[in-house]
């Protein structure tokens, strides 16, 4: 069984709605319609669980702020 929804919108609507988000928010839109949010998901539970280990932002610049 399946259920199907019909929605009209408006792209002007669409429009002003994204022109009304937050930074953050239109971050993670760009990031959902690119395709690269799974991506982002999956790298924040590897982080979260523990999988893999972050760099603080002296190892990250390390040399670059050195030499």
């Given amino acids: 069984m399946s259920i199907g ?4 919108l408006k792209v ?13 928010d239109k971050e993670m ?3 959902l319609l690119s395709g690269e949010g799974r991506e982002i998901a999956k790298r924040l539970k ?4 523990k999988k893999v280990k972050t760099l603080s932002r002296e190892e990250v610049f390390r ?3 050195q030499g």
């Fill in 5 to 8: 929804v019909t929605v009209e």
């Fill in 12 to 24: 002007e609507e669409l429009a002003n709605s994204i022109k009304k988000l937050n930074k953050t």
């Fill in 29 to 31: 839109l760009l990031l």
């Fill in 46 to 49: 590897d982080i979260k669980s």
């Fill in 63 to 65: 040399d670059v702020l």
